[in-house]
């Protein structure tokens, strides 16, 4: 069995998001080593090639198009291949096709690495998590989604743009299904510890009902009219991977809404879907139950029961 190198990533599945998510990994610098893996091998090489021409910019680092063989020692495996959202289909259309993908993609990961993380990009994210979390055996803490990290991203623009603030100073989550049934946290965001409601207010800004709906429209939206205008989205999620894999070979221990399995919290059990976690070189390494209202937490028992009702389905 190969032991892991800390600073090898495998990116599996090399379209859109997986080749910026590899150019993504490339900027970032924390890998040494990265494999590219694809169906379609041409499309492997040719980004890899793409990719290697720019390292005399950046930092030393070998890529190269591979195998699943070569993704055994790897620290982190991306998994992005499958079907992309086409115009008009939701995201749970896609799960029939991409779970058949996953039957053949995850046991061959897992025939060869043992001891990696799995970060599942591909779509419906949380049904594919599950489903990689059972097709791999590994434990739950090595396999999770990166959820709605890039909608909790669009969140913290959004609100950033609203209260002509710097999105990095915004606090708040986008919670439950990547996806239509997403739940804007509300009542647990904050700008620098400021309520959120308090700080919209001394912006000029007394409508928060009308403005948080308007901002959680817009951020459950935001797929569908980027792929209506550019056909794909895939910077914003490569950025999303980055982070993550950051969080996860630093060791940092972030707090990032990552679609993990869960036992319980709120009533949930079973089902992946994202919660605020802590992200570290064990993967999940705690989860962290925000405070939700009465109706946020009924509207993620709803996100669940919508998810569950969609793997019942398919897998
Ligand atoms: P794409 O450009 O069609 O790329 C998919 C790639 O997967 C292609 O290169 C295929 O050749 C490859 N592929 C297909 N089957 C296999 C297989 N069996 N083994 C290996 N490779 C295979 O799609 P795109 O890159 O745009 O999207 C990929 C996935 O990411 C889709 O499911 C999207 O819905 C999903 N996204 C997830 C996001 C998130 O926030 N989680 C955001 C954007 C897209």
């Not at 090489?45 to 790897?74: C, N, Q, R, T, V």
């Not at 998994?79 to 046991?107: W, Y």
């Not at 970060?119 to 979390?133: E, G, Q, R, S």
């Not at 056909?231 to 996860?248: D, F, H, K, L, N």
């Amino acid at each position: 069995m190969a032991s892991l190198n800390e600073r090898k990533v495998a990116v599996v599945g090399c379209g859109f998001v997986g080749s910026a998510s590899a150019f993504a990994l490339m900027e970032s610098g924390l890998f040494s080593e990265m494999v590219l893996i694809d169906v379609n091998k041409d499309k492997a090489e040719g980004e890899a090639l793409d990719i290697s021409h720019g390292l005399p910019f950046a930092k030393p680092m070998s890529i190269y198009a591979g195998d699943y063989k070569d993704a055994a020692d790897a620290a982190v495996v991306v998994v992005t291949a499958g079907a992309g959202q086409k115009p008009g289909e939701t995201r749970l259309d896609l799960v029939k096709k991409n779970i058949g993908i996953f039957k053949s993609i995850i046991p061959e990961i897992a025939k060869y690495n043992k001891e990696g993380i799995l970060l599942i990009v591909a779509n419906p994210v949380d049904i594919l998590t599950y489903a990689a979390a059972k097709l791999s055996g590994f434990p739950e803490n090595r396999v999770f989604g990166s959820g709605t990290v890039l909608d909790t991203a669009r969140f913290k623009y959004l609100l950033g743009e609203h209260l002509d603030i710097d999105s990095r100073s915004v606090h708040a989550f986008i919670i439950g299904e990547h996806g239509d049934s997403e739940i804007a946290a509300w009542s647990s965001a904050n700008v620098s510890g400021i309520p959120i409601n308090d700080f919209c207010e001394m912006r000029g800004h007394f409508e928060h009902e009308k403005s948080m709906n308007k901002i959680a429209e817009n951020v459950k939206n935001s797929a569908y009219g980027i792929i209506e205008k550019k056909g794909a989205t895939y910077y914003g999620i490569a950025m999303s991977v980055r982070r993550i894999c950051e969080a996860i070979i630093r060791d940092e221990k972030s707090i990032l809404p990552i679609s993990s399995i869960q036992h319980g919290d709120f009533g949930i059990d079973d089902i992946a879907l994202s919660m605020p976690a802590i992200v570290g070189r064990n993967g999940v390494e705690g989860a962290v139950p925000i405070k939700l209202s009465d109706q946020e937490k009924e509207a993620l028992k709803a996100s669940a029961t919508t998810l569950k009702e969609v793997l019942k389905e398919a897998f």
